[in-house]
């Protein structure tokens, strides 16, 4: 048996060379170890079975056949480098020891010394060197595992010398800082970049350090600041000795540990937050076996049922909260869990609750039914409430009026929600109060009877409705605003309705509008708001359908008179006599069923009545039966337009019966309603329409309108017939008046400037102005034009006489129509006047077409302190007509040159003016100027010798 613990024991053997020492030693190593024995005679042999068995150790000689043993060598190095290899020699030299020893064999024998073949020698150093080769084999195999575990990627290794200087750091290591490790290489460990941040680690770190110096393995876990967030460390030292148990390195390993220090705060925030949430959710959550009892109950259990934990379980069961027979366990055994099961239970303090319950199977801890429970009571009486509420907007679907969805709202109030006392306020515009228009008995009893609120801010009510807001008290008691300090009611809510009213609804209790009170409160308002705006909106919608209906009435009858209108107006354009045109609008007036009678009359002579002219229509025998006074009341609408010269309307000629007696026979004729239009043109009456209807308020603002147009229209048509006829007449009646008013320009300016003025003709430019000629007589010139200048309606005066006259003609410009212009329009001719300080004469030829007395309204209305001083007939001749067949043949332009050249003596001889002169005066061109005086010398003697020559031929 061998020693034990000798290396050969379990190795296997190759021994080369000659038998003559291979087969002692076989022998010898046979009997003292447990080794496996190989030979081989040739290198070739040898090289085989090392390649084919599992050789531990190899023994050769230097002779071999077919080579040495360093060859040999040689030759497994290649394949074997790690194989332990000893060279026996019988004939040993140095040169063969460097040798062999070069070629890479373990050790060197001698096989033979003084006494012979040194076996046991061979045997003892075999056994060293494959111990030595296991040994530096393992040492490897260390190395290389401790390579593999300081390059780890996940692990910050550091190797530090034994005094505790950085000697070494992997990868991971070196990525944590941003400085060049090898810098700090040598530096002591708890003093580098990793930790100098904060002195509590620095410290820290030092005391492991020093613990390993001492042969003590320890643990830490630090902080390491970073730009981004702390990192979280775990450090663990050892010290690594030799065979003698001296420290030769201290190794440190740092793991980032911060995720899993992060996941394990979050979990312990996650458990904070779900123990938080079970104690404070409105679900309750119970557990119980199959027999009921309870292995689980929700912190939270009181909030729906009232009671405690322990009170929860000395109930026993759970059947005795829910109720027996709350599922079916068969159905729960196949569906695994059942929801939403509806019951109804009684807290603590006896209230009744409406439940959700969702049952299922679990196993945790001895439970196998999990009950989870929700508190749906608000929610069903919202639903409740929500169905009464579309009653009530089904309801107001079909009101008409305010008053009927106030009713309502207070009928159904205690339908939605627990609140007995309620109210409506709506607004009243004329009044600008809160009006009380339906309240409940129970307000009544609570508070008693509302008043009408004023809208001033001042009450609670109005404060609500102007502001807008919804006011919610627990104790209404508490507001300044509240008026009735003695009412019973403490919460109360007061809702606005838009721009219609108030809702105002309340309890005896305190505190009772909870959310979902008044989520119900201002939905049910809300409604009723939507209602009111309906019933508003109709309202508007009928009114203008209303509207609508008058205007398009209004519409037909206006173009029904717009019709008769354009008909008045297309005949009187052609008519050639007073009396037709009186005629033709009082039958077109009454052609249509619109008006029943009109006529046409004028004031007698005597101005006291009014006389008919001209009438159509039904007038069933009523202007015979009337003697038409010239007064402003109570009298038929005709006299008094006559008296007043206003528009005169009776919309309805029923009232005032026994004050007006002309009433009364309008009644009998079925004429219920008149309009009465003067008319005037240009300040002269020339005569009065008055027209009846057969209905009440038959004459409209639009319809008045027209037809006071109308009127205007038939006396512009009128005194055109009048102007007409003026022309054509040959007997004129002239009147001389005299004036005592500066209202009249001549007289102002012979006032002003001290003289005597002559009228001598006039031009008009435009229908606001127009020129005359003046010709001054007692006073100089250039002062009475000086005079003139100053007046406002004079816009521009031209002196056309000499300077060095003292008196002569001045041209006025005038920025107002002169009194021959108003006068020609109503067919008369304004002659001459003479003004001076005293007072003026004025003569007008009247034709005999034209009423005097017209011509005499129109002056003694224009001016005061007016005498008619003489008046007589006169026979136009020829020579007149000519004359006024010329003027009327000139233009304006042509009438002003030729009158300006006249009366600025350019006709005299020898020529006072020049042409130049007046061309300049007129601010036209001299070739102008001769231009007109040539056209109007030439249609002055084309009127006089054309007419001559007509003469001679009719002789």
Not at 116 to 125: A, C, F, H, P, V
Not at 933 to 947: H, I, S
Request: hydrophobic residues 35%; aromatic residues 6%; glycine residues 6%.
């Amino acid at each position: 048996m061998s020693d034990a613990g000798c290396p050969l024991d379990t190795a296997q053997v190759l021994i080369v060379g000659s038998a003559n020492w291979t087969e002692p030693f076989s022998e010898a190593l046979r009997a003292s170890t447990e080794a496996t024995i190989l030979t081989a005679g040739m290198p070739s042999d040898a090289l085989d079975t090392v390649r084919q068995r599992s050789v531990d150790c190899l023994i050769t000689g230097e002779a071999l056949d077919d080579g040495s043993g360093t060859d040999l060598v040689r030759q497994l190095r290649d394949s074997a480098p790690d194989l332990p290899v000893v060279l026996g020699t019988t004939d040993g030299s140095e040169a063969l020891a460097s040798e062999a020893i070069q070629a890479g064999v373990s050790d060197y024998v001698p096989l033979t010394g003084t006494d012979g073949l040194r076996i046991d020698e061979l045997i003892q150093r075999t056994g060293n060197a494959l111990q030595s080769a296991r040994r530096a084999i393992t040492q490897r195999e260390r190395a290389q595992q401790f390579d593999a575990v300081f390059h780890d990627t996940q692990t910050a290794t550091w190797v530090l010398d034994p005094d505790g200087a950085l000697a070494r750091v992997n990868q991971t290591g070196r990525a944590m800082i941003a400085e060049d490790v090898d810098e700090v290489i040598g530096d002591l460990f708890w003093t580098l970049p990793w930790w100098a941040q904060s002195e509590g680690t620095e410290r820290d770190i030092r005391k492991l350090v020093e613990g390993a110096r001492d042969g003590k393995f320890g643990n830490a876990v630090v902080h390491r600041p970073t730009t981004a967030t702390d990192r979280v460390i775990e450090l663990s030292v050892r010290p690594v000795e030799n065979d003698f148990g001296d420290v030769t390195s201290i190794v440190i390993e740092g793991i980032d540990i911060t995720d899993q220090v992060t996941l394990d705060r979050d979990l312990r925030q996650s458990e904070e937050l779900h123990r938080v949430t079970l104690s404070n959710m409105t679900d309750t959550v119970l557990m119980t076996n199959e027999d009921g009892e309870y292995t689980y109950v929700c912190p939270n259990v009181h909030f729906i049922f009232g009671y405690t934990d322990d009170e929860i379980r000395e109930q026993e069961t759970i059947d005795t909260l829910l109720g027996e027979d709350l599922f079916d366990r068969s159905a729960l055994a196949e569906k695994g869990v059942l929801k939403n099961i509806e019951c109804t239970v009684t807290d603590k303090a006896g209230h009744e609750h409406t439940l959700l319950v969702n049952v299922r199977e679990v196993a945790i801890q001895g439970g196998t039914l999990l009950y989870s429970c929700r508190d749906i009571t608000k929610r069903k009486q919202r639903e409740e409430a929500l169905a009464t509420l579309q009653e009530t907007a089904r309801k107001f679907l079909y009101t008409e009026t305010n008053q009927e969805i106030a009713q309502h709202i207070v009928d159904d109030v205690l339908s939605v929600f627990d609140v007995s006392a309620s109210a409506i306020y709506l607004h009243d515009v004329e009044t600008n109060d809160l009006q009380p228009v339906a309240q409940s008995q129970a307000m009544t009893e609570h508070h008693g009877p509302l008043p009408a609120v004023r809208t001033n801010d001042d009450t609670l009510p109005s404060h609500s409705f102007v502001n807008d807001e919804t006011l919610v008290f627990d104790d209404v008691h508490t507001s300044d605003r509240l008026e009735n300090r003695a009412t019973d009611l403490r919460s109360v809510m007061f809702i606005p309705l838009g721009n219609h009213g108030v809702f105002v609804t309340g309890s005896t209790a305190v505190g009772v509008f909870d959310d979902v009170t008044q989520e119900l409160t201002d939905l049910l308002a809300a409604t009723a708001e939507a209602a009111l705006d309906r019933v508003v909106r109709e309202s508007q919608l009928r009114e203008q359908d209303r509207e609508l209906q008058r205007q398009n009435e209004q519409l037909t009858a206006l173009n029904h008179i717009n019709n008769t209108i354009r008909e008045i107006d297309q005949t009187i354009v052609s008519a050639e006599t007073q009396e037709e045109i009186n005629h033709t609008v009082c039958e077109r007036l009454t052609d249509t069923d619109r008006f029943k009678f009109a006529w046409i009359g004028s004031v007698d002579p005597g101005g006291n009545t009014v006389e008919p002219r001209a009438w159509a229509g039904n007038e069933q025998g009523y202007l015979d039966s009337q003697s038409i006074s010239v007064t402003d009341s109570e009298t038929e609408p005709a006299g008094q337009t006559a008296a007043t010269g206003d528009v005169m309307m009776i919309p309805n000629v029923a009232a005032d019966l026994r004050n007006a007696p002309w009433r009364s026979d309008a009644l009998t004729r079925d004429f219920l309603s008149v309009l009465s239009i003067p008319l005037v043109y240009n300040d002269l009456r020339h005569g009065i329409l008055t027209i009846y209807a057969d209905t009440k308020d038959a004459f409209d603002e639009t319809t008045r309108t027209v037809l006071r147009e109308l009127g205007e229209t038939i006396a512009s048509a009128l005194s055109a017939i009048e102007r007409k006829h003026a022309l054509l007449t040959t007997s004129v009646t002239r009147v001389e008046f005299d004036i005592d008013d500066e209202r009249f320009l001549l007289s102002r300016l012979a006032r002003s400037a001290g003289c005597s003025l002559s009228y001598e003709g006039g031009i008009q430019h435009a229908p606001a102005g127009n020129s005359v000629f003046v010709t001054v007589e007692d006073g100089d010139v250039q002062t009475v034009a000086a005079a003139a200048a100053d007046m406002t309606s004079i816009d521009d005066v031209t002196q056309i006489s000499d300077d060095d006259t003292e008196s002569g003609v001045l041209r006025l410009e005038l920025s107002q129509p002169f009194l021959a212009l108003e006068l020609a329009d109503h067919g008369a001719i304004f002659r001459e006047a003479t003004a001076d300080p005293n007072g003026t004469t004025f003569v007008v030829d009247v034709p005999q077409s034209v009423d005097v007395r017209n011509i005499a309204q129109l002056v003694d209305s224009t001016f005061s302190g007016v005498e008619l001083k003489r008046k007589e007939t006169l026979e136009r001749g020829i020579e007149q007509d000519r004359s006024s067949e010329f003027l009327t043949d000139l233009t304006e332009r042509q009438l002003e040159v030729i009158q300006t050249a006249y009366y600025s003596g350019y006709f005299e001889s020898p020529r006072t003016k020049s042409g130049e002169d007046i061309a300049t005066m007129l601010e036209i061109s001299p070739p102008a100027f001769y231009q007109h005086v040539r056209t109007v010398q030439r249609k002055l003697f084309t009127t006089l010798f054309e007419d001559r020559r007509v003469s001679g031929l009719e002789s």
